[in-house]
């Protein structure tokens, strides 16, 4: 058992007086959290010293404590190095002192330059920016200073016993709780350090992470420039960029929807939380497996999130990164699982509960708002945590042309289980389209160019006015420049009918009777200009003139409208007594 030393119960019984101020830590009641930066930084503590308060403080925005051990006091700093064209580079340095070499007078004064905060003169040229410190605050932390400088000068330790003997028993008793504690934190530490060199030495650059995010950002710059609403894109926008939809890409085999929905975003909000995300967890991931193997991950675990999405009903329009997202989540319990004795107990427990609450609360959270794509999420979670299993490399891995080669080829299997399992999933949706999916994709083909059908069709009825308005010069002149701007509208929706694709029989009957009315339209529009130039009432009043192609684009629309209203009738999607649009 260590022996206590009366110099330790004096330094803990100093300490003693920062306990009542917010921010300040005592011994034994210490954590990594408590220590921030100085946890990461590994401090040089001798073998028989430990660790007695801890005083939150930061500097230039850094969060930097004072620590106080039984032998020393340790506080960083930041300083801003010249790093070249990038400008300067922030770094925190760790600054030691003995506490015999304490000035003899340690003074505390306002922040320079500022109404608050304080500055600590240690002497010696050593001053301690304390920010957030009140002056209460500060002049306590002095006191407790100059206590311990006089005493280790002096080479006489000071005796608790006489001034507060139950006090000096009471210390006694949390020394060895605080040097066990000092342990706990130094292996942390160490964990901690080894770890991230592991990282560092395993993956240097997480430089996909990076062009992923500048991906996504600059599709959604394209899609703003190109008049896409930044905020509230509409699900027609998305889906004319390539968003995913279930009944595209099972109907038409639209597959290149898939991978391309994933860069897509659904408003600036929704960029910034799934680039946040993704910043957050994925170069951690990344250093795990490695730039080739997480690249394959995130495109993996994107797929398998958006042919989730495809294959769950009702059929919406779904974009986005989240899926790809939580397919690194899904990577990182993977390796955790497969590699969780060569990961430190002290870093593999925080690491999988914070993997593990993720998953829950955004799982949560999706069950409660309806508008997230919860089975999106869940197919990127499973497809990312299978294809993590495919590819967890050993560790401490280090980068090799024969690890490359092994990645390669994992990816490669990874790739070709996904494709069968992706064929098998969409290939069961497309048994189970139903008639409200039918009507849903053909509706939102359909409606876009039967709206400018109808324009049309109104301007058809003013081209019979101005005819009726004889040889009018104003007339004949509004008449040829309504004729040649309906006419390029009537070829450009004629080409748009044609793009329409369904495979039920009785909507393709829908779509033909709609081009066959455009046709019909077009061909009287093209009639009236050629009278134009004749002045042939044949080409108005004839068997192929105007009026009847005008009549024969009426009668195809009214056919048109009562095979939409049959379908629907027969398909339970609309009541019998429902009115019949003429």
């Not at 106080?68 to 770094?91: A, E, K, Q």
């Not at 329009?317 to 997202?325: D, K, L, Y």
Request: proline residues 6%.
């Amino acid at each position: 058992m260590t022996e206590i030393e009366p110099w330790d119960i004096f330094v803990l019984a100093s300490s003693a007086r920062l306990g009542p101020f917010p921010g300040v830590h005592l011994a034994p009641k210490l954590s990594a959290q408590s220590l921030g930066v100085a946890i990461r930084a590994n401090l040089p503590l001798a073998p028989n010293e430990f660790l007695a308060a801890v005083v939150e403080n930061e500097s230039g925005g850094f969060p930097c404590p004072v620590i106080l051990s039984n032998r020393r006091m340790y506080w960083f700093l930041r300083t801003d190095v010249n790093s070249g064209s990038d400008g300067p580079t922030p770094t925190i340095h760790c600054e030691v002192l003995d506490y015999a070499h304490l000035g003899t007078e340690i003074q505390v004064r306002p922040m320079t330059g500022t109404g608050e905060g304080a500055e600590l003169d240690l002497g010696g040229g050593r001053v301690i920016p304390l920010p957030r410190a009140t002056p209460a605050m500060a002049g306590a932390l002095a006191e407790t200073l100059r206590q311990l400088g006089e005493a280790a000068r002096s080479g006489e330790t000071p005796s608790v016993e006489s001034v507060d003997p139950e006090m000096a028993q009471r210390i006694a008793k949390v020394v060895p709780q605080a040097i066990e504690v000092t342990h706990r934190l130094r292996l942390h530490g160490g964990d901690l350090a080894k770890f991230r060199d592991d990282l560092m030495a395993a993956t240097p650059s997480t430089f996909v992470t990076s062009a992923l995010i500048a991906s996504c950002v600059g599709v959604y710059a394209l899609m703003v420039f190109g008049g896409v609403s930044p905020m509230t894109p509409t699900a027609d926008a998305l889906l004319a960029w390539g968003g995913n939809d279930g009944l595209r890409v099972v109907l038409q085999h639209e597959y290149w929807r898939l991978p391309a929905s994933v860069f897509l975003h659904g408003g600036l909000l929704h960029l910034a939380v799934n680039m946040w995300c993704l910043r957050s967890l994925g170069p951690l991931v990344e250093r795990f497996y490695g730039n080739l193997g997480y690249a394959c991950l995130y495109l993996a675990a994107g797929i398998g999130g958006a042919v989730a999405s495809a294959a769950t009903p009702p059929a919406r329009v779904s974009v986005g990164a989240s899926g790809a997202i939580f397919g690194i989540l899904g990577a990182l319990l993977a390796f955790l699982l497969l590699r969780r004795r060569a990961v430190p107990a002290s870093v593999l427990a925080p690491l999988r509960s914070s993997a593990l609450s993720f998953v829950v609360f955004n799982t949560l959270f999706g069950a409660i708002v309806p508008a997230i794509d919860q089975a999106a999420h869940m197919g990127g979670l499973a497809t990312g945590f299978v294809v993590g299993l495919i590819l967890a490399p050993k560790w401490p891995r280090r980068e090799s042309a024969r690890g490359i080669a092994r990645t390669a080829l994992l990816s490669l299997l990874a790739a070709l289980i996904l494709t069968g399992l992706s064929a098998t999933v969409l290939n069961w949706r497309a048994g189970n389209i139903t008639a409200v999916d039918m009507v849903r994709d053909f509706g939102r083909q359909f409606q876009p160019p039967y709206e400018r059908f109808v324009e049309l069709a109104k301007a058809n009825v003013q081209v019979a006015k101005l005819l009726d308005q004889g040889d009018d010069p104003t007339a004949r002149a509004e008449l040829a420049s309504l004729l040649d701007v309906a006419a390029e509208r009537g070829r450009e929706n004629l080409d748009d009918i044609a793009q329409i694709q369904t495979t039920e029989p009785r909507l393709q009957e829908v779509a033909r009777l709609l081009q066959a009315a455009q046709t019909e339209l077009n061909a009287g529009l093209e009639a009236v200009k050629q009278y134009l130039k004749t002045d042939d009432r044949a080409l108005i009043e004839g068997p192929e003139g105007f009026v009847a192609h005008a009549s024969a684009a009426a009668k195809h629309d009214q056919e048109c409208q009562r095979l939409q209203y049959e379908y629907l009738l027969e398909n339970g999607l609309i009541r019998e007594d429902a009115e019949e649009v003429d």
